[in-house]
C-alpha cells in the first residue's frame, strides 16, 4: 500500500517524516542547500546513520489508463491512456504501472510508444486476463533506487508528496 506525506517546509526548521522502508522505519529530512538553491533528501536509518543524502528530484503526475489487454499471439500488453501520453513514438520508455488488477500487470516495465495514446510492452506470463481495475503509468524517479531492496520513494511535483510504496 502506497502511504502519501505532504511536502510541507517552514522557513523555521528542516522538514521531516518517518516513512517505513524495506519493513524499517527511517527518518528523513529535507533541507534547503543554499550554494545550489535546491532541496536535498538526507535519509537516516534507526541508528541515526546516513543511508543517503541526495538533491530532491520529482517525478511527473502518472497518467490514468483506460485498458491494458494481453494477447497470448504476440505475448504484448497493450495500454490506452485517457489522454495522450506525450512521448516519443517509437522510442523505449521506462514506466511504473500501478494499481491495476490483476496485479500482474503492475511495476515498471520498458514500454515502446505506438500512438499518441498507446504504448506496448512485451509480457510472456499470461497476466490472467485483461484489467478489470483500471490504474495509472508514470515516469517515477525513484530516489531510493541502489540503497533500498524493496521499497520506493517518490516525490511527485505537481501534488508536493512523497509516496512510499510498501
Avoid: C
Avoid at 524499517?24 to 537516516?44: D, E, F, M, S
Avoid at 504476440?74 to 523505449?92: A, Y
Avoid at 531510493?144 to 531492496?149: F, I, V
Wanted: no cysteine; glycine share 10%.
Amino acid at each position: 500500500m502506497t502511504i502519501f506525506t505532504d511536502f510541507a517546509p517552514t522557513a523555521t526548521a528542516p522538514f521531516r517524516f518517518i516513512p517505513v522502508l524495506d519493513g524499517k522505519p527511517h527518518t528523513l529530512i529535507v533541507t534547503w542547500g543554499l550554494a545550489g538553491q535546491r532541496w536535498y533528501v538526507n535519509l537516516y536509518d534507526q541508528t541515526g546513520a546516513l543511508v543517503f543524502y541526495l538533491p530532491l528530484i520529482g517525478s511527473t503526475s502518472a497518467i490514468e489508463t483506460s485498458s491494458l489487454t494481453w494477447d497470448v499471439t504476440t505475448q504484448l500488453v497493450t495500454i490506452t491512456t485517457d489522454v495522450p501520453h506525450g512521448l516519443i513514438i517509437g522510442s523505449i520508455v521506462s514506466l511504473t504501472i500501478t494499481g491495476v488488477l490483476p496485479l500482474s500487470y503492475n511495476g515498471i516495465v520498458d514500454v515502446v510508444p505506438t500512438g499518441p495514446s498507446t504504448l506496448i510492452y512485451p509480457q510472456t506470463m499470461d497476466p490472467g486476463g485483461d484489467a478489470t481495475v483500471q490504474g495509472t503509468i508514470g515516469r517515477d524517479i525513484n530516489l531510493g533506487a541502489g540503497y533500498l531492496q524493496t521499497s520506493t520513494l517518490v516525490f511527485r511535483e505537481a501534488t508536493q508528496q512523497f509516496e512510499v510504496n510498501p
